[in-house]
């Protein structure tokens, strides 16, 4: 099986089936990810940016990069967001990569250091990513998981 890793911006034509996707995943509102992908792709900012794995023109798999993921702590930006890999390509390297592409591509853009909000524990050390506090995500009853990378 082969995948390649783009930016929205590589691949415009794909933003409301990016967005459809990423909504039917998380249950965000769609037009929140419309727009956010629309802001990225006026590149007037390194953020928020939105990445994609594609089997063809499948989405395997994708995340995102925000100012803020819904919590707290807005003095820990930008965060990687979204992260999701489709159920049949998990364990076969496509969050991994996607993660490494991501972090490599920030840090060409100026930003060297990345969060990320999750509830997960062990997944995300193995590219890099350090336990850095907990925080409160809005309207969560218990606290979160955040991480860090710095390249």
Not at 78 to 104: I, S
Not at 123 to 136: L, P
Request: glycine share 8%; with cysteine; net charge negative.
């Amino acid at each position: 099986m082969c995948y390649r890793i783009i930016r929205l911006t590589d691949k415009p034509d794909i933003l409301e089936t990016a967005a459809r996707w990423f909504h039917e995943k998380w249950g965000i509102p769609y037009d929140a990810y419309l727009d956010s992908m629309k802001e990225c792709l006026t590149g007037k900012n390194a953020v928020p940016q939105w990445y994609l794995a594609l089997e063809q023109d499948t989405i395997i798999g994708g995340l995102g990069v925000i100012e803020n993921d819904f919590h707290n702590r807005k003095d820990l930006a930008p965060n990687v967001c979204a992260v999701y890999t489709e159920e049949e390509w998990r364990c076969q390297g496509v969050a991994g990569a996607l993660l490494n592409y991501v972090c490599t591509d920030m840090k060409e853009q100026g930003i060297d250091t990345l969060y990320l909000l999750t509830d997960h524990t062990s997944f995300y050390e193995r590219y890099g990513w350090e336990f850095f506090c907990m925080v409160w995500g809005d309207g969560e009853p218990d606290m979160s998981r955040m991480y860090i990378h710095r390249t």
